[in-house]
Structure formats: C-alpha cells, structure tokens
C-alpha cells in the first residue's frame, strides 16, 4: 500500500515544514513495525521548493492471517485460500488507516511541540494514493471528499487489464487529492473515509469505534451530507453502533449549528439598552440557583450533564464544597472548549484531581455516571425532541440514580414579557419545546413517581404573579438512595412523557 503528500513551498516557509509537521526527518528512511507487516516513512524529494512524504505499507499476508484468527471479519471470505490470496496487501483499505493512526499520531491529533504554530496553518497539498478500493465508484469519492474543501478530487478508475479493455474498469481508482488544508484535517480524512470507501475492515468493530470515529470526525463529520452512509460503512454496518454514533452525531449538529463560540445560550431576550444599568443575566441566575440548591443538597460528588462550554463546572469548581466534579457533553468541540475554559493543562495537582470531562450522550446508559451525590441537567431536556427524553430519563434516573438530580428549563409563559421575541417562538433554534409550569410539573411529577423520587419545584429569576419566573426548575431527591429502580424502570422506560408543548 502506498500514499504520497506533497506540498510546496518558498523560502520564508519551506516546504520541509512537512517533516515538522509528520514529525519524521526528511533525511531519514524509518520502518516501524505494526501487527500486520512494517510501515515505511520516507521523503522521495525534500527542497525547500517541493517536499514529499511517502507511506509504503508493506504487508505480511501470513501475519494478516493469524492476526484474524478467531476474531471474526464482516464480510471477509471463510475460505483458507482466500485468506491468503486477496487484495489487501495492495490496495489501501483500513489497514493503510491504521498505520496513518499509528505512524502519524501525532500529526493527525494537529500536535506538533519544535513547530507550534504549524499544525494550524493550511498547505498546499497534492494527496495521491495509487490504488484505492471504491465501493461506489469515482462517484462515491467525489461524495465523500468534494465536501470537505478540496480544490480538486480526481478518481480515475483502474482497468481490469490494460491488455483488454473490453474487460472495463475494476473497483479500484486511483486517487489524487488537491487543495489547500490543514494538515491534521486531511489526515483525520483519510483516516475515516479509507475503510468507507472499502466498505470492510480488517479486525472486529467493537464499541470502542465509535469514539474513534467521532474523534477523527471533529469538525467535519457531523455537517457532512454523507455522514450517515460514513458512519454505517465504518461501523461496519453493525446497527447498534451506527444508531448509537448517528445520535451522537445529531446532538454534536445541534450543539454547533450555531457556530457557537459564545459565551452561552442564556434563553432570553436582551431588551436592555446601552444607558440602563444591565440586569443579572438569567445565565448568571441559574448558576447560583443551581449552587444554592447543591449546598441545600449537600452535595460534594456533582455530575453537570450537558455541560456545554463549561460555565457551571467552573462555577462549581471554585467551590471547595464539591470535592468531584463530572462535566459530560456529546460534544468533542464543546468540551475542548471547556478545557480551554477552565486551563485544565495549567490547574494544580489537587485541583485537576477535582474536575473530570468526559464524552457521552444522554440518550444511554453510562457506568461512569453511577454513584453521584447530585446530577445537573441544567436547560437540556429542551433540546431534545420528545420522543427521546423516555431514554434520558431512564438513563439518570433510572440507571446512574443521583440522590438529588436538578432539572432547569424555560418557562413558556414567560415569553410574552420580551416584546422583541415574536408569538409562537421559542427562546432558541434548536430548542424543540418549551412547557409551560403545568406542563413541566406534570413531566416532573410522572419522573418522579416513576423511578422513586420526590420533586420540589423553584423559580428562577423573577416571579411574576401572572406568567411565573422565565426558568423553572424542578429538585427530585431520591426516596431511598439504597433503593433500586431495575424493575420500575425496565416497565416503563419505553414509556411516552407526558406530552409537552412541542416547537
């Protein structure tokens, strides 16, 4: 297998910045070994003008073989002979993936510690792999790369036999790649879209894959018109991940459909002009609110589920009363932003001890979340569609079971205060309802009786007498914290909510 990179340059940023960037020396030839053969990094020019780096994988068909012994491949051939004699040693395919994963590692991750600055400075770059699996046809390439900002995407089918033409074309093209990108960009590409485009994999897909494939798809995957066919074929179609990935890609869609580097969604209209003096904000009011309610708790393990940018865990993490603290979002981007936020490389030992951000979605189980004081679901029920919330509910209440699980959201009635905000909209895009206080308290109270809670309900921001506070929130404390649900919740999880105001 073989894959070339080149680029150009001048004299004040020459072309060899590649080797810094694939940190592999222009001067050297290196090998490194993988499980299925060696991978062989080397640079067949390196001038200050042009630079190409080579990967040539060679592959031992007998090592390939006994690697996949009792592992089981989808689609793969049970046939001795077939398992010696096939394509792999000559086509790129997921095999070509993983070694770009392990012999580039750091250049796909955008890391590059003698040259900082480089991993985020696009390139002319010229990719060509001269034998490449295509399930789909130049077509499918095309689908699959014209959307990620490439100049130029040639996929130039490969005859059966040059000898006779009749024969046609075979399922291999040869790929050439031109535009200019980032580095780690075009890597993580390559990364994903190799084993798509075979539509196989050389080892068992296990759960673990779908973290990999969300990770090298930061950015890209999520808005891309194809990601749902990406997914299926790099799960290897096994179902039960995609669905998994697909409703983790969905939720990381929405968290970014906005472009969001803001500081925060506040779900409020600012109505204040420049020479008033500026109100609180109802970000601002909830956090204390959620504060308050933690201390009244006694909470000191905290769960922040759905924790976006990190606003609450920084809150929470300048309170030496919670001693651990987990911030979990489906979001890659949103946490990275968060780590920003709260200068995790920078904290003290003790204090890093403190703060956990990890990836996952509601929508499942967690082990990681069982065991909490406390769990904050703070203005995120809202941004699910109603036929989901059945799935988080069992997941927090049901299965991670916090003794005190506090829940904000907007207060629908509420909006007829901000003139500026039209009838009929809700306070965000992507929010896919918004209740009223019956509506929220019989939701709440439904939770409740279901998984073994008691639910107290507060305001949050100013109390109108007529249309209530703009956020409401419900306190549900758990009954009996040695008490278990298995039973109740494996009833009723599958169990419509009652049904609030839809957006």
């Known amino acids: 297998m073989f894959l070339t990179i080149t680029t150009t340059g001048t004299a004040e940023n020459p072309a060899t910045d590649l080797g810094f960037l694939l940190h592999k020396h222009p001067g050297k030839a290196q090998g ?66 993983v070694a770009l994963g392990s012999v580039f590692r750091s250049a796909l991750k955008g890391q590059c510690t003698a040259r900082p600055e480089l991993p985020e400075r696009a390139l002319p770059l010229r990719v060509e792999i001269p034998v490449l699996p295509a399930r789909g046809g130049p077509e499918l390439v095309q689908r699959l790369f014209g959307p990620l900002g490439w100049a130029s995407v040639a996929a130039d089918p490969v005859r059966l036999d040059e000898r006779f033409p009749e024969w046609g074309d075979s399922r291999y093209v040869r790929l050439v790649l ?8 075009v890597l993580r ?3 994903v879209l190799l084993p798509v485009l075979d539509d196989a994999k050389h080892y ?6 779908i973290d990999k494939l969300l990770r090298a798809g930061e950015g890209w995957l999520a808005g891309h018109p194809e990601h749902q066919l990406i997914t299926a074929r790099y799960l290897a179609r096994r179902w039960s991940l995609t669905r998994e990935a697909m409703a983790r890609l969905e939720l990381t869609r929405l968290a970014e459909a906005d472009g969001s580097e803001v500081e925060e969604i506040d779900n409020a209209v600012d109505e204040t002009q420049d020479t008033e003096e500026r109100p609180v ?35 929470l993490l300048k309170d030496t009363a919670f001693t651990e603290i987990v911030g979990v979002d489906v979001s890659m981007r949103a946490l990275s932003i968060a780590s920003r936020r709260l200068r995790l490389d920078r904290l003290g030992e003790r204090q890093a001890a403190r703060v956990t951000l990890l990836q996952g979605s509601l929508a499942y189980t967690d082990k990681r979340l069982a065991g ?10 809202e941004h699910l569609d109603l036929p989901r919330l059945p799935a988080l509910e069992y997941a927090v209440f049901g299965a991670a079971r916090p003794r005190t699980v506090l829940v904000t959201t907007p207060n629908v009635e509420y909006n007829v205060r901000w003139e500026s905000l039209p009838a009929g909209r809700v306070r965000h895009h992507d929010h896919r309802f918004e ?22 309900f507060r305001p949050v921001g100013p109390d109108d ?7 409401q929130m419900a306190v549900f404390t758990l009954n009996s914290p040695t008490e278990t649900a298995t039973e109740t919740a494996t009833e009723t999880a599958t169990e419509t909510p009652k049904e609030g105001r839809a957006a």
């Open 435 to 456: 209740w009223t206080r019956e509506e929220f308290r019989g939701w709440a109270a439904t939770v409740a009786a279901r998984y073994g809670y008691e639910a107290e």
């Open 465 to 471: 007498p007529e249309v209530g506070p703009p956020t």
């Open 204 to 209: 068992w897909v296990a759960p673990d894959e």
């Open 32 to 97: 490194f070994a993988t499980s299925h053969g060696t991978a062989h990094v080397l640079y067949p020019e390196a001038t200050a003008e042009r630079c190409t780096a080579a990967l040539l994988l060679e592959i031992d068909p007998v090592a390939l073989v006994r690697q996949g012994q009792g592992k089981g491949r989808g689609g793969a051939p049970d046939a001795a002979l077939a398992q010696y004699v096939n394509d792999r040693p000559y086509a790129a395919s997921s095999l070509l993936a």
């Open 281 to 315: 904000p109802l970000a601002v009011q909830r956090r204390e609110a959620v504060l308050a309610a933690l201390h009244t708790a006694g909470a000191q393990r905290v769960l922040d589920l759905g924790c976006g940018q990190g606003q609450l865990v920084q809150a």
């Open 189 to 191: 590409q390559l990364y």
């Open 372 to 381: 909490y004081d406390a769990a904050v679901l703070s203005e995120v029920i």
């Open 178 to 185: 031109e535009g200019e990108l980032r580095l780690a960009d």
